[in-house]
């Protein structure tokens, strides 16, 4: 027997262990500069070899685009490459840290609830704001995007699995504002006593 969708829990953090897992494999990816290889590195690699003229560089380079084997002529400039490496990784360090903070916080106060949400709301951005970089990217590097499906469908679970949390939260923002409540009228039955 299944349970009712309306009455499954998640596992303890399981948008947290998840988001872990995403910038793992994410980092892995920009470990391969996104899946492509670094052409200006190699490229540097001909520059730099002192027995080979200007002339049998271009041979040589003629030989192997003719035959596509590598296509030295295509270059991306390692400072995009960096930049992008760079926007991502601090993208994937901002939804970990959101996360930690958020979770640090139980609410006892409305304050501290609107705390929490802040959190909340700013990891969800980031898992947004990643798709978006992703969508640049895959526009601007010639690349297999069925590589990168399976991210995008790692990041939109996240944003589900991360909004899931928040709402849930609702329920502590009514018990505190019961709380409140009863605390009110229990102040307002000494004050007329």
């Known amino acids: 027997m299944t349970v009712p969708k309306y009455?499954?829990?998640?596992?303890?953090?399981?948008?947290?262990?998840?988001?872990?897992?995403?910038?793992?494999?994410?980092?892995?990816?920009?470990?391969?500069?996104?899946?492509?290889?670094?052409?200006?590195?190699?490229?540097?690699?001909?520059e730099r070899m002192n027995n080979i003229s200007e002339d049998d560089r271009k041979k040589l380079e003629e030989i192997l685009s003719k035959y596509q084997i590598i296509d030295i002529l295509e270059r991306y400039p390692q400072w995009?490459?960096?930049?992008?490496?760079?926007?991502?990784?601090?993208?994937?360090?901002?939804l970990i840290?959101?996360?930690v903070c958020a979770n640090s916080i139980y609410p006892t106060s409305v304050e501290e609830y609107h705390e929490r949400r802040r959190y909340q709301n700013r990891?969800?951005?980031?898992?947004?704001?990643?798709?978006?970089?992703?969508?640049?990217?895959?526009?601007?590097?010639?690349?297999?995007?069925?590589?990168?499906?399976?991210?995008?469908?790692?990041?939109?679970?996240?944003?589900?699995?991360?909004?899931?949390?928040?709402?849930?939260?609702?329920?502590?923002?009514?018990n505190i504002t019961k709380k409140g409540e009863e605390k009110g009228s229990d102040l307002n039955k000494l004050c007329s006593q």
């Open 7 to 46: 009455k499954r829990t998640l596992s303890d953090m399981e948008f947290f262990h998840k988001a872990l897992e995403l910038r793992k494999v994410i980092t892995l990816i920009l470990l391969k500069n996104f899946n492509i290889h670094d052409k200006v590195r190699r490229f540097g690699l001909f």
């Open 80 to 94: 995009f490459i960096d930049d992008c490496r760079k926007t991502i990784t601090d993208y994937l360090r901002d």
């Open 97 to 99: 840290r959101n996360i």
């Open 123 to 174: 990891a969800i951005n980031c898992c947004f704001s990643l798709l978006q970089e992703f969508q640049f990217i895959i526009s601007l590097i010639p690349c297999d995007i069925e590589k990168y499906m399976p991210f995008v469908g790692m990041m939109s679970e996240e944003i589900k699995l991360l909004k899931g949390w928040r709402k849930s939260d609702n329920r502590i923002l009514r």
